[in-house]
């Protein structure tokens, strides 16, 4: 016959129970938390993707002054920056692909319009599953780009 004595401690199957239930909870709640960050973190990339086109129509455009009918404006493919050395092929953050020239058969570009005295730079960046462009296909201007302007792709 076993004595019990008042002293002895221990954990019961319900006890036990109700961690393991506690810890899974924090755990989900930490995974759909990281995952929220981890899509962010994409959105937040494609967008630099966009600054980066940006800023090497900048270095285009100082370099080379394109100009059109007397005022300095232009239209800048994606291809063209790449194949003119101002921009390396930029990461897609959803695909982790590189973006090469034929992969962007629709054409993403950086638009320089002389408006108000200032040059103004109007980005349009399409990739295989995001957009960043307003929705008539024109660029967004790069002081509004945003994650919160990206959209889904939709294949015509």
């Given at each position: 016959?076993?004595?019990?004595h ?23 709640v ?19 993707n ?27 493919m ?77 294949i015509?």
């Amino acid at each position: 016959m076993k004595l019990i004595h008042k002293d002895e401690r221990g954990l019961t199957l319900i006890e036990v129970l109700a961690v393991l239930v506690i810890l899974g909870i924090v755990a989900a709640v930490a995974f759909l938390l990281t995952s929220k960050v981890i899509q962010q973190s994409k959105g937040q990339a494609f967008v630099a993707n966009a600054i980066a086109m940006k800023e090497s129509a900048t270095l285009h455009k100082r370099s080379n002054e394109v100009i059109l009918d007397g005022k300095v404006e232009g239209k800048l493919m994606y291809q063209e920056l790449i194949e003119e050395g101002y921009l390396e092929p930029l990461m897609d953050p959803y695909t982790n692909k590189e973006w090469t020239t034929t992969e962007d058969a629709d054409g993403s570009f950086v638009e320089i319009r002389f408006e108000d005295n200032r040059l103004n730079y109007y980005v349009c960046l399409k990739s295989d599953t995001k957009v960043l462009c307003q929705e008539d296909g024109v660029g967004i201007l790069s002081s509004e780009l945003a994650v919160d302007k990206i959209k889904n792709r939709v294949i015509k």
